[in-house]
């Protein structure tokens, strides 16, 4: 059974960092894409950054990229997200996820859509 654990959520003034982490169990690809997502309190769920677990390839939303870095420890399967410079609009509900990719897609970058297996989040709130 896949398990996805999401930790690190906290509260913090705008301009701080928060490190998340996804520790994972049970996944049996060794090709695949895993991600991190965000949900604000009425809004849609959007994709904030995904990476490729064994090219180790990464793409980011553009209202992240330069803030944000995932990455990943295959080793201790942990998927992680550094987050500097919050902003207030970075308020969300974190969750990871997961899927499998095809072998001969193994080279194309990760998108931020379809995936299969979720965390049950983390929360992060930024203050002004």
């Known amino acids: 059974q896949v398990q996805l654990v999401e930790s690190g959520g906290d509260s913090v003034q705008a301009g701080g960092s928060l490190r998340l982490s996804c520790a994972v169990s049970?996944?049996?690809?060794?090709?695949?894409?895993m991600g991190w997502f965000r949900q604000a309190p009425g809004k849609e769920r959007e994709g904030v950054a995904a990476i490729s677990i064994d090219i180790g390839s990464a793409s980011y939303d553009d209202s992240v990229r330069g803030r944000f870095t995932i990455s990943r420890d295959n080793a201790k399967n942990t998927l992680f997200l550094q987050m500097n410079n919050l902003r207030p609009e970075d308020t969300a509900i974190y969750y990871c996820?997961?899927?499998?990719?095809?072998?001969?897609?193994?080279?194309?970058?990760?998108?931020?859509?379809?995936?299969?297996?979720w965390g049950q989040g983390t929360q992060v709130t930024v203050s002004s």
């Open positions: 049970g996944f049996p690809y060794s090709t695949a894409c």
């Open positions: 996820a997961a899927k499998k990719v095809s072998p001969w897609l193994r080279f194309a970058p990760c998108s931020l859509n379809e995936y299969s297996f």
